[in-house]
Structures are given as C-alpha cells and as structure tokens.
C-alpha cells in the first residue's frame, strides 16, 4: 500500500496547527440530480440508517433515491439564496470570523477550515489541503453540540477512514460535544433574549433533531444531552416548567423516533391554551434546511392553522459573536498545550527545528 506524504518532504519546514468545523452538508444545488447525489451519500452511511446493507441499500436505490430527491430540491428552493446553501454559506461565514478571533489568541500558525461530511467541501479534501500546507497538530469539531453516533460518530469514521491512509499521522485531538459547555448554553440564552427584547417574550420551544428511539436504547446519549442542554438553557433563562417545552423534529420512515414530535406538540398548543410560541433549535449550529424551512415554515403553517396566533423561529447562532467566542474558546481548551498557543513552546520548537536544518544540510554535504 502507498502511503499519502508529501514528495521531497522538507523535514526542517515549518509546521502549523489545523481546525476543521466539520457540518452535515448540503447538495451543491437545488435541483433533482444534484440532491439526489448528496442523499446517495448520505443514506448510505451506515451510521446514518442502522440496517443491514443487504436489507436497506434495494430500498434506497429502489425506491427512495426514486422519489425523494424531487420533493427534497423543492424545499431547498425555498430557502437557497444568491450564494448558495445557507448551511455552506453560514459555515463559511463562521469559519472566517473564527480565523480572526484564533489570530488574537495564537502564538503560531493556527489554520481554520470548514468542511461537510457529505458533499463539498468534503472532509478529506479538506484534511489533504491542511496536509500540504505542513498541518501537525489537527484539531476536529464537529458542530453539533450533542454527540450522536448518526453525526458525531460518522465524522469520526471519516476522519478515520482518511488518516489511517497518511504516511505521518498528525497529533489529532476530536471535540465529541460541547453540549453543557458554559459558552454554548450562554450563547443559546442569549440568542432567545435579544429575540425577545424585540418581539416579546412567549412560551419557548426548544426543538431537537430526531433520531429513531432504538439508538438510544442501544446506548446512544443524544437524548439525554438534548435535555440536559434544554434544561441548562431553561435556567439561564429563568423558566418554570410551564414555560417551555423540549420536542424532536425531523423524523422519517415509520419506526418511532424520540418523542415528542416538534410537528405534534405544535399542532396540539393552541387547544392547551398556547396560542404564541417562539422556536429555538439549539442543536443546529447554524440555519439550514431543517431549520429554515421545517421550522419557520412548515410548522408554522402548522401551528397557526390550529389556532395558533403568534409564531416565532429564533435563528440559529450562525455567526453571532457569542458563537464565535465559543467556538474560539472550545479551541483554546482543546490546543492549549500546542506550540501554536504557547511562545515559549513555539520558541523550542523553532530551535528544534533549526537543528532538523543543520543534520540536513551536514547529510546533504556528505552526499
């Protein structure tokens, strides 16, 4: 097997620090062909749909990537924009002002990317440009706040399945969730509070993505971090229990998923009396389809033709300051023993390296 290096390796090169923010993904456009591709990618993914190939793959080519993938453009029609996907677009955005705010923190050569762990740019493409740019130490974040195997997991594999082809694997540290860190439970507080000081104060959904109710009986802790956030969030808020409710989104095929449904819940508010809500989706790290069109849409309708007459989505954090300075933060904590955060080490690695230099050029005389 050949190994993936680099040719003519410099040994005395300078090295640097690498940060991938890692997100679902999106199809590259809003069309038929372009999300049947990414649904193909993605359904197949075994962390994604627990079946047994033989079982599931007849199903999704037959049947699903048929069907599907028509009624999916539609509704990213609905929420495209000029430049492009907002899931790209609003990752993208993220990871430059994440750039700016590493630059104040780091004592070295810290690079920040963004990449989706389906569609483009795909994670290992982005893993082999930190490659050539001499990346030595990688750090890897997920964005979603709590850990599935079905999001989490699955960028693991990945970032396995690439690196275990690389001739020098880096020092690689994996962020598996932040779900009850302080600066993440902070920001979502107080996304809800500026949406309020605008719009009022009302009973406050939190909606979760789903995911089927066998993995958590398999030992997945996805349900119990989504409560264990809410619950947090709910507090900094000051909330009593009345005030608030937590509820799962996103669910398909006919097995049960983790309940409440987000879609239920809403239907049924009005006939208890809640006839205004507001929507905060606290495990999307920044707007995407399930966010701007499920959410601020669909369920809207939902909500309102059963009465409802106040309506709300608070926006994911997206780019918010309060985001990045997590995200910043959550790099900090994870790197700060790195060279690229301390002088002094940055200091000793330079002298090592100079020393790499001198054995190179004493070799490179003798030959």
Known sequence: MNFLGLSNFDHGARPAAGVVLVNLGTPDAPDTASVRRYLAEFLADPRVVELPRWQWLPILHGVILRLRPRRSAHAYRQVWTDAGSPLLVHSERLA??????VAEIAAGPVLVRSAMRYGRPALGTVLRELQAANVRRLLILPMYPQYSGTTTGSVFDALADELKRWRWVPETAFVSDYHRHAGYLEAIAESVRAHWAVHGRHHLLLSF?????????????????CHATARKVADLLG???????????????????????TDEILAAMPGRGIRAVDVVCPGFAVDCLETLEEIAVENRDRFRAAGGEHYGYI????DRTEHVSLIAQLIRERCTHWPEFSAAAMQDEAASRALVVERQRKLSAKD
């Not at 993505?209 to 971090?225: S, T």
């Not at 909330?239 to 409440?260: H, I, K, N, Y």
């Open 96 to 101: 430059t002002a994440v750039v700016a705010r």
């Open 209 to 225: 993505h789903g995911i089927p109710k066998r993995y958590l009986h398999a030992g997945d802790p996805y349900h119990c971090q």
């Open 239 to 261: 909330l009593g229990e009345g005030d608030w409710t937590l509820a799962f989104q996103s669910r398909v095929g006919r097995e049960p998923w983790l309940r409440p449904y």
């Open 315 to 318: 926006a994911a954090l997206n």
